[in-house]
């Protein structure tokens, strides 16, 4: 990729525990420097090996994030309702092997128990205060949720509202919203 080349940018990911419900928030903004490239991209998605639901949302690369994405669904068929394990083999490997290394994304991974944050250093990231976020409005919308986990809102309210904030402020993200829910 040449230097000049401005890069896509952008997305805004969250993941809120409140109660017994994980909710993940996502935008659709794609951007390619300075020009939003698409407005309704979907960057969470709901995963179902072996009958365990799991929810994913992604940040970064689309094709980085679709290929981490695959591997983590042959993970979670190995080793069927075990997102831990699965989310730690899967950034093992995404540590280890020479092409998995090259991968631009981070994931927020879900259960309806446990919440992961996984990136490409290998680490597997339990959040602290029930939120998880990333990309380029993730710091953003995670102090937006904090503040909003004191209200009486239920999980899916907070995550709409915060990421209503961090599309106010951040560019690089918008209010076109693909919301996906899970229980405990």
């Known amino acids: 990729m040449s230097e000049d080349f ?11 525990r ?13 951007s390619l420097g300075n020009t939003v490239i698409k407005g309704t991209a979907r960057k969470v998605r709901r995963l179902s090996p072996g009958g365990h639901d799991v ?27 075990q997102l831990a394990r699965a989310a730690v083999e899967l950034a093992k490997d995404w ?27 290998g680490d597997v990231l339990e959040p602290e205060h029930d939120i ?19 209200t009486d809102h239920d999980a899916e309210t907070v995550a709409r509202k915060a990421m209503a904030i961090a599309s106010d402020i951040c560019v690089f993200t918008n209010g076109n919203l693909t919301v996906e829910a899970i229980s405990a």
Request: proline share 2%; aromatic share 6%.
């Open 6 to 16: 401005p890069g896509w940018h952008g997305t805004t990911i969250i993941g809120v």
């Open 18 to 30: 409140k109660g017994n419900q994980v909710v993940v928030a996502g935008d659709g903004q794609v």
């Open 55 to 81: 929810v994913a949302g992604f940040a970064g690369s689309t094709a980085d994030a679709f290929t981490l994405l695959e591997r983590l669904e042959a993970k979670l068929e190995a080793t069927p309702g």
């Open 95 to 121: 540590r280890t092997d020479k092409y998995l290394q090259k991968l631009e994304a981070m994931l927020i991974v879900t259960d309806g128990r446990d919440l992961y944050v996984i990136t490409g250093a």
């Open 132 to 150: 998880a976020a990333i990309g380029s409005g993730g710091m953003y919308a995670l102090a937006a949720a904090r503040g909003l986990m004191e």
